[in-house]
């Protein structure tokens, strides 16, 4: 377990529709990214939040948008959803927003859009 | 921007043997590069990372080398165990940048 929480664990939607995905980092990490796993692209950067601030942005479509509040959880809105948005999305949390070091991993959250 | 290659795609080796999937990456001002593996359904763990001030870095039966002139790094698992089956990624974080561009994955099947 590596103290990173995602909600839900799946979701099932319909094209069109709007999803909200939360995650909670680890106590004391400040820094909160958002990763999305297909099939086909792997592993791809979408956006990074550092203590409630916007500090990097990804290949996230303007469908797509992110927030990190107050209390540092953060949510991932994804809205118009497509067929193509199917996907696994991971939430990472890191103690700093501005080194290198090791982003935890939570267990993510499965997208179905049908 | 930062682009990483990961080789093989798949590879299937005898327990006990070792593997060794190689990385390179295209942009110089990369110093971070870490290793996850990650098993079917969960999610990405780290197991080995390096930074670019140093060439080689080992921890029990993993070890990662790093050539910062040919822009390439790689994992090497020694004695490997039916555990270590899963898809392994690499990844590279510039200066200044947290955030990590990954390889497209290694499935590594350890056949006993």
């Known amino acids: 377990d590596s103290g990173v929480t995602q909600t839900p664990k799946h979701l099932i939607t319909a094209t069109g529709q709007r999803v909200t995905l939360r995650c909670s980092p680890r106590?004391?990490?400040?820094?909160v990214y958002w990763y999305q796993q297909s099939l086909d692209q792997g592993l791809q950067f979408l956006i990074q939040?550092?203590?409630?601030?916007?500090?990097a942005k990804g290949n996230i479509l303007e469908r797509f948008s992110a927030q990190q509040f107050p209390d540092l959880h953060s949510e991932l809105n994804l809205s118009s959803l497509e067929l193509g948005d199917s996907a696994l999305y991971f939430c990472a949390s890191s103690v700093d927003g501005n080194r290198q070091e090791t982003q935890y991993f939570g267990p993510g959250t499965r997208l179905l859009v049908l | 921007g930062e682009n990483v290659e990961q080789h093989p795609s798949t590879l299937s080796v005898q327990e006990g043997d070792s593997a060794v999937i190689k990385c390179t990456y295209s942009d110089s001002a990369s110093n971070y590069f870490p290793w996850y593996k990650q098993e079917l359904g969960k999610r990405p763990q780290l197991i080995i990372d390096i930074r670019s001030n140093v060439g080689e870095k080992k921890d029990q039966r993993i070890a990662v080398t790093l050539n910062k002139t040919a822009k390439h790094f790689s994992l090497h698992i020694t004695e490997t165990q039916p555990e270590d089956s899963a898809v392994y990624f690499c990844?590279?974080?510039?200066?200044?940048?947290?955030?990590?561009?990954f390889g497209q994955g290694t499935r590594l099947t350890i056949n006993p």
């Open positions: 939040y550092y203590n409630g601030e916007e500090r």
């Open positions: 106590s004391g990490d400040l820094s």
């Open positions: 990844a590279a974080s510039m200066q200044g940048a947290q955030k990590l561009v």
